[in-house]
């Protein structure tokens, strides 16, 4: 039932009036918070224990890049560039954008600093933010942060198959289900054959006259996006359209067949999937993505993607090196991992809280927290309050193993309260000999009892 305009009107008079204005993030744009950090550092983690295992070295670059960089790799026909990208002038006049993928930036990186001189293959990765500008949707933001991963200077479809396996131990050792498609677009020659055969295909049977306005733009500027659109009446044209592995010379085929027996030797499951193109400009031979298993929509939620890109690092000035990689989405990860069951590390579990009641105590809680820290021990502390009560309330919510109390009696005592959370048992403790004492609790929990009977008054 509508609520009478007059009782609103006189709600919003009693509510008083904010002397300033609160803002709200940007559209498309996300906070992490706290309790998601979990899943963020489970997922980096990953990423950085894999990519080191692998012999990757991680690398940063920055968020912001020349404009021109990204025109002339990732391409200005592809959607990134020619409609996603947050480009602008700055200041001094440069055209500059905020990187929206990860290769380009670092193809610069391996060229600038020489990294030809390095032995080779360059194995490098990198976690860290992008932009587009998108439509936001769920698991579709305009800052959003990527995994990526990078090998310079090794031709050989060894790297590619390394490559895919890394990119499904990831998602594999991280629980989430995935398929992965892979297919070979080839060489700039092999495209170009079969670009006229596809060209032919949309010719017969009035089909060109069927596209979407997009794809009779793709036809003009990149036939091969052609493969990539998602419109219904598009899409079914797409089930009988030539394939491109049909297309490809021997040096193409062998080297796709050669990753497939990879891929197969360590039982990676794949789809060979004909349609797949990646539909940025730099790619040639292997391309992959990564989907979800089992879901709809999972071309269009797409976990990751990569491949192989040889000719890049000459377009962009460096010497030809061949060069392979990908990057795999964190926010569309974490979502998934959100999904399973997979066992999370508490930060806090079996740590030392400290409690302390009245002023005095707080001083010389502070000291002791600072004490312990130092030697190691993982404390935590709630100095801010004064409750008991609330203190070992959080102290349990942590999973706190022992907290130590100190009050009134204990200062003047030079002593110390340790209470076992999981008992409640509460014992007295000479306060210089803390440390060692929970050490030796901390080292070896069946020695509580004699521990009790040594040097300890006992108090329940
Ligand atoms: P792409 O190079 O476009 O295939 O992107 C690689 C991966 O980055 C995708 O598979 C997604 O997981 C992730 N990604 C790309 N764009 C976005 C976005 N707008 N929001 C969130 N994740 C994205």
Same mark, same amino acid.
């Given at each position: @039932?509508?609520?009478?305009?007059?009782?609103?009107?006189?709600?919003?008079?009693?509510?008083?009036? /904010?002397? =300033?204005?609160?803002?709200?993030?940007l559209?498309? !744009?996300?906070?992490?918070?706290?309790?998601?950090? /979990?899943?963020?550092?489970?997922?980096?983690?990953?990423?950085?224990?894999?990519?080191?295992?692998?012999?990757?070295?991680?690398?940063?670059t920055p968020a912001l890049e020349s404009l021109e960089l990204y025109e002339?790799?990732?391409?200005?026909?592809?959607?990134?560039?020619?409609?996603?990208m947050y480009s602008f002038v700055d200041k001094s006049g440069e055209k500059i954008a905020l990187r929206?993928?990860?290769?380009?930036g670092?193809?610069?990186?391996?060229?600038?600093?020489?990294?030809?001189?390095?032995?080779?293959?360059?194995? @490098?990765?990198?976690? $860290?933010?992008?932009f587009?500008h998108?439509?936001?949707?769920? $698991?579709?933001?305009?800052?959003?942060?990527?995994?990526?991963?990078?090998?310079? $200077?090794?031709?050989?479809? %060894?790297?590619?198959?390394?490559?895919?396996? &890394?990119? =499904?131990?990831?998602? /594999?050792?991280?629980?989430?289900? %995935?398929?992965?498609?892979?297919?070979?677009?080839?060489?700039?020659?092999?495209?170009?054959?079969?670009?006229?055969?596809?060209?032919?295909?949309?010719?017969?049977? +009035?089909?060109?006259?069927?596209? #979407?306005?997009?794809?009779?733009?793709?036809?003009?500027?990149?036939?091969?996006?052609?493969?990539? #659109?998602?419109?219904?009446? #598009?899409?079914? !044209?797409?089930?009988? %359209?030539?394939? &491109?592995?049909?297309?490809? #010379?021997?040096?193409?085929?062998?080297?796709?067949?050669?990753?497939?027996?990879? *891929?197969?030797?360590?039982?990676?499951?794949?789809?060979?999937?004909?349609?797949?193109?990646? $539909?940025?400009?730099?790619?040639?031979?292997?391309?992959?993505?990564?989907?979800?298993?089992?879901?709809?929509?999972?071309?269009?939620?797409?976990?990751?993607?990569?491949?192989?890109?040889?000719?890049? %690092?000459?377009?962009?000035?460096?010497?030809?090196?061949?060069?392979?990689?990908?990057?795999?989405?964190?926010?569309?990860?974490?979502?998934?991992? /959100?999904?399973?069951? &997979?066992?999370?590390?508490?930060?806090?579990?079996?740590?030392?809280?400290?409690?302390?009641? +009245?002023?005095?105590?707080?001083?010389?809680?502070?000291?002791?927290?600072?004490?312990?820290?130092?030697?190691?021990?993982?404390?935590?502390? @709630?100095?801010?309050?004064?409750?008991?009560?609330?203190?070992?309330?959080?102290?349990?919510?942590? +999973?706190?193993?022992?907290? *130590?109390?100190?009050?009134?009696?204990?200062?003047?005592? +030079?002593?110390?309260?340790?209470?076992?959370?999981?008992?409640? &048992?509460?014992?007295?403790?000479?306060?210089?000999?803390?440390?060692?004492?929970?050490?030796?609790?901390?080292?070896?929990?069946?020695?509580?009892?004699?521990?009790?009977?040594?040097?300890?008054?006992?108090?329940?």
């Amino acid at each position: @039932m509508p609520r009478p305009a007059k009782k609103i009107a006189k709600e919003k008079e009693a509510q008083p009036q /904010k002397k =300033y204005k609160s803002y709200a993030r940007l559209r498309g !744009m996300r906070d992490v918070l706290f309790d998601e950090y /979990k899943y963020w550092d489970l997922v980096t983690n990953k990423a950085v224990d894999l990519s080191r295992t692998y012999g990757f070295k991680r690398i940063e670059t920055p968020a912001l890049e020349s404009l021109e960089l990204y025109e002339k790799s990732t391409g200005e026909s592809s959607d990134i560039v020619s409609k996603e990208m947050y480009s602008f002038v700055d200041k001094s006049g440069e055209k500059i954008a905020l990187r929206p993928e990860g290769t380009p930036g670092l193809v610069r990186a391996y060229v600038e600093h020489g990294m030809f001189n390095l032995p080779q293959p360059v194995k @490098m990765f990198l976690i $860290g933010p992008f932009f587009r500008h998108d439509k936001p949707q769920s $698991g579709r933001y305009r800052q959003f942060s990527q995994f990526n991963l990078e090998m310079f $200077g090794e031709p050989s479809p %060894v790297a590619d198959a390394q490559i895919i396996l &890394i990119a =499904y131990n990831f998602f /594999k050792e991280l629980q989430v289900p %995935v398929q992965i498609q892979v297919n070979s677009i080839g060489c700039k020659d092999d495209r170009k054959s079969y670009v006229s055969k596809l060209l032919d295909f949309y010719k017969e049977r +009035g089909r060109k006259s069927k596209l #979407c306005q997009d794809c009779r733009k793709r036809l003009v500027k990149n036939p091969l996006r052609l493969l990539d #659109c998602k419109e219904e009446k #598009c899409a079914a !044209m797409l089930a009988d %359209v030539p394939q &491109i592995v049909d297309s490809l #010379c021997d040096d193409c085929r062998n080297h796709f067949i050669k990753v497939l027996e990879y *891929l197969d030797e360590l039982d990676i499951p794949y789809n060979l999937n004909p349609l797949l193109v990646r $539909g940025l400009d730099y790619y040639n031979k292997t391309v992959f993505e990564i989907w979800p298993l089992g879901e709809d929509q999972a071309r269009q939620a797409s976990l990751g993607g990569g491949g192989r890109y040889d000719e890049l %690092v000459e377009q962009m000035g460096g010497r030809p090196t061949p060069a392979c990689g990908f990057g795999l989405g964190m926010e569309r990860t974490i979502a998934k991992v /959100k999904e399973t069951n &997979i066992p999370l590390k508490n930060h806090n579990e079996d740590c030392i809280f400290i409690a302390q009641l +009245g002023e005095q105590s707080r001083r010389k809680a502070f000291l002791l927290f600072e004490e312990l820290r130092r030697s190691g021990i993982k404390v935590r502390q @709630m100095f801010t309050k004064d409750s008991l009560k609330a203190q070992l309330e959080e102290a349990n919510k942590l +999973g706190a193993k022992f907290s *130590l109390i100190l009050g009134q009696k204990e200062i003047i005592d +030079g002593t110390v309260l340790i209470r076992d959370m999981e008992s409640g &048992i509460q014992e007295v403790v000479d306060y210089k000999k803390i440390r060692t004492e929970l050490e030796k609790r901390l080292a070896n929990g069946e020695k509580r009892e004699e521990l009790r009977n040594e040097n300890l008054e006992v108090r329940s």
